[in-house]
């Protein structure tokens, strides 16, 4: 059996993110196989503790990071980091470390970890684009058009205080850190090749879906479809850049019948959204009247019976995302999905096989998609092409395997020459 250690930029009990619920699945299954986990979550705020910045929170251990550099993703207070998560990670001696994020910790911490071991098998999961992007990873220029590379002087020109060798500094002193990492775990093809693109070498990229709990669900039947096609639903974080006011501005276009036979349901948080953006949500929310109901976050457990009341998952996030963790958590609940279509998003939804697109960032078009789905035939045959996603045993199982594979690797390798000088003194 392993020493895992898993790092990740939220407590998943704290924060409601699809890395820390990646990261959770995976503890939870690694547990249940035998292996020793220590869990390092990130949290805010001083730990009270006097001079550890770690408290405790069940078996996993909070990590209270003093303070960030959000540029180069680098933590100031250094010694959090060379002193005290060291120390922890001498005294816990993994076999293998994961880490689901870096954010909010410190690049500096990939580089502990091999200072701690040259032959530590160290893996990174790229939930998102921020090594690459500086605009929150989203790929996302100040008026809001997508951005499809990064350059230093591209980079500059939206970020006027910095200069075009800020930028390239920054990308230096990233891609030194990604240069200690064994194996890179991309969830999506998309990721996968923009970070290729970006110079991350190939051979360290590794394609693997974050596994989710398996679900009993029945093959939906024709007679909920009626119902069932006229009930959209958003999950997740509801903020601007994952498109709920785009979602909210597309129901104010539907026709009238469909508003009133139909609803949209929001679950999630808003609990980091500014005041402003929470009091115009709230007023879109209720100018639809009875069609829409907000019905603030909910637990993971929550999600399967919240998911089978609903009929149509709708992504409309404004960026390229990743892999949308609601994506699976819809699939496997047998429940057709509308997105953007661009980006992981458009990779993960096969176009009128498991879901249907609409043009990214389109109010007219998303409510010409939804007014097409309200078809009970198109949502059944959708519903039923909609494919489960891997089981997080089956994730666990790919990550063990890789964790064999590249402590292979670090295993010294005998000269070719010393083994056949042995071999003559064996004669």
Not at 239 to 244: A, N, P, R, S
Not at 347 to 368: C, I, M, T, Y
Not at 374 to 397: E, F, K, M, S
Request: glycine fraction near 8%.
């Amino acid at each position: 059996m392993s020493r895992v250690l898993l790092i990740v930029h939220g407590h998943p009990e704290l924060s409601r993110g699809g890395g820390e619920r990646a990261a959770e699945l995976e503890a939870e299954q690694l547990r249940a196989l035998g292996h020793q986990v220590l869990m390092i979550a990130r949290v805010a705020g001083p730990s009270g503790r006097g001079g550890t910045p770690f408290t405790m929170r069940g078996q996993d251990v909070l990590f209270h990071a003093p303070s960030y550099d959000y540029f180069l993703h680098s933590q100031r207070a250094k010694w959090a980091i060379w002193r005290d998560l060291r120390a922890l990670i001498e005294r816990f001696q993994p076999d293998v470390a994961h880490l689901h994020h870096y954010v909010h910790i410190g690049l500096e911490t990939i580089r502990e970890l091999r200072k701690y071991s040259a032959s530590l098998p160290i893996v990174l999961t790229l939930h998102e684009y921020l090594a690459i992007c500086h605009s929150n990873g989203q790929f996302l220029t100040p008026d809001g058009t997508l951005c499809h590379q990064a350059s230093p002087s591209d980079c500059a020109a939206c970020f006027p205080d910095h200069s075009r060798q800020d930028f390239f500094l920054r990308e230096r002193f990233i891609k030194s850190a990604f240069a200690l990492v064994d194996r890179f775990i991309c969830p999506s093809r998309f990721l996968l090749e923009r970070y290729a693109a970006w110079g991350v070498a190939r051979e360290k990229l590794v394609l693997l879906e974050n596994g989710q709990v398996p679900l009993a669900v029945a093959p939906p039947a024709a007679r909920d479809a009626d119902l069932l096609c006229r009930r959209f639903a958003f999950f997740g974080q509801a903020t601007e850049l994952k498109g709920i006011k785009l979602l909210l501005r597309a129901a104010e276009l539907l026709p009238a019948a469909l508003r009133a036979e139909g609803r949209l349901d929001i679950a999630g948080t808003v609990t980091h959204q500014s005041a402003e953006f929470v009091a115009d949500f709230r007023a879109m929310v209720a100018a639809l009247g009875g069609f829409a109901q907000y019905h603030g976050p909910y637990r993971p457990d929550e999600l399967p019976g919240l998911m089978a009341r609903a009929g149509w998952v709708v992504v409309p996030s404004l960026w390229w995302e990743n892999s949308p963790i609601v994506i699976q958590e819809a699939f496997a609940a047998r429940r057709p999905v509308i997105c953007a279509d661009i980006g992981g998003m458009a990779e993960k939804v096969a176009n009128g096989r498991a879901g249907l697109h609409f043009r990214v960032n389109d109010a007219r078009d998303l409510a010409s998609v939804m007014e097409r789905a309200a078809d009970p035939a198109l949502w059944l045959r959708l519903a039923n092409g909609t494919t489960p996603p891997p089981a997080i045993g089956q994730t666990v199982d790919a990550l063990l395997g890789l964790f064999d594979t590249i402590r292979a690797e670090h295993q010294p390798q005998t000269k070719p020459r010393a083994r056949a000088a042995r071999a003559r003194r064996a004669d």
